[in-house]
């Protein structure tokens, strides 16, 4: 897609949608089992990457609307994910952040982030079937596989949709523009101001033919994720 001389918003968010979808389809399709669990913990780390993206969103968003928050963005741009949306919903309605499961798994999810990424050494012992209390996957990372992946996702997903669409309150169409790259300037010929990221067929196969899996993103609309490459 040509994007000289267009000026668009850009986010990272339906990138990251699509990566955990496809992640989740190749891991289940691969054979050798070291190469389903690569697969499942990049697909878990793009979950926590939407995660942190959708907060981002949100701030940026009520920066459009209120001069404080955006003469302020930057200090609050270095606070944790979780305190942006509390920080959107105490700016919309009034209300915390609920201290629920799906709650919950996300700080959970924010935990193996740090743990993947910010690595020490460690000592212990490795328990073959303990679990993460809300996520309900392996604590030992090595032994994840596709759904264990699905799990995540199904989890950020729901988190989300709760989020948006039943404790802020937008529509499908706002919570769409908020989360996505669009044009800035609209043209003649322009399907839409949105710039979507294609996914690939095998996951529209899996997902849309196949019926092995049903995402459950209700919270923006369809055409966000089903543009097939």
Same mark, same amino acid.
């Given at each position: 897609?040509? =994007?000289?001389?267009?000026?668009?918003?850009?986010?990272?968010?339906?990138?990251?949608?699509?990566?955990?979808?496809? =992640?989740? /389809? *190749?891991?289940?399709?691969?054979?050798?089992?070291?190469?389903?669990?690569? %697969?499942? *913990?990049?697909?878990?780390? !793009?979950?926590?990457?939407?995660?942190?993206?959708? #907060?981002?969103?949100? =701030?940026?968003?009520?920066? *459009?609307?209120?001069?404080?928050?955006?003469?302020?963005? /930057?200090?609050?741009?270095? !606070?944790? @994910?979780?305190?942006?949306?509390?920080?959107?919903?105490?700016?919309?309605?009034?209300? +915390?952040?609920?201290?629920?499961?799906?709650?919950?798994?996300?700080?959970?999810?924010?935990?193996?982030?740090?743990? %993947? =990424?910010?690595?020490?050494?460690?000592?212990?012992?490795?328990?073959?079937?303990?679990?993460?209390?809300?996520?309900?996957?392996?604590?030992?990372?090595?032994?994840?596989?596709?759904?264990?992946?699905?799990? /995540?996702?199904?989890?950020?997903? +729901?988190?989300?949709?709760?989020?948006?669409?039943?404790?802020?309150?937008?529509?499908?169409?706002?919570?769409?523009?908020?989360?996505?790259?669009?044009?800035?300037?609209?043209?003649?010929?322009?399907? #839409?101001? /949105?710039?979507?990221?294609?996914? #690939?067929?095998?996951?529209?196969?899996?997902?849309?033919?196949?019926?092995?899996?049903?995402?459950?993103?209700?919270?923006?609309?369809?055409?966000?994720?089903?543009? @097939?490459?």
């Amino acid at each position: 897609m040509n =994007l000289v001389n267009r000026k668009y918003r850009k986010t990272f968010f339906p990138t990251l949608i699509n990566n955990i979808i496809t =992640l989740i /389809v *190749q891991c289940d399709l691969a054979t050798p089992n070291i190469s389903k669990n690569a %697969l499942a *913990q990049s697909s878990i780390l !793009n979950c926590y990457y939407a995660l942190e993206t959708a #907060s981002n969103c949100l =701030l940026e968003y009520i920066a *459009q609307l209120d001069p404080f928050t955006k003469k302020n963005i /930057v200090l609050y741009e270095r !606070n944790s @994910t979780f305190f942006k949306f509390k920080y959107g919903l105490n700016f919309f309605k009034k209300i +915390e952040l609920p201290d629920d499961k799906y709650t919950n798994s996300m700080k959970e999810l924010l935990i193996i982030r740090n743990e %993947l =990424l910010h690595s020490k050494v460690s000592y212990g012992e490795i328990h073959k079937d303990e679990k993460w209390g809300n996520l309900k996957i392996p604590k030992n990372e090595i032994t994840w596989d596709h759904k264990d992946a699905k799990k /995540v996702a199904n989890l950020l997903f +729901e988190f989300l949709d709760r989020l948006f669409s039943n404790h802020l309150g937008f529509s499908k169409n706002e919570t769409n523009l908020i989360l996505s790259s669009y044009y800035l300037d609209k043209k003649q010929g322009d399907f #839409s101001p /949105v710039i979507y990221t294609p996914i #690939s067929k095998e996951a529209y196969e899996y997902i849309r033919v196949k019926k092995e899996w049903n995402p459950k993103i209700d919270f923006i609309n369809d055409a966000f994720v089903w543009v @097939t490459s």
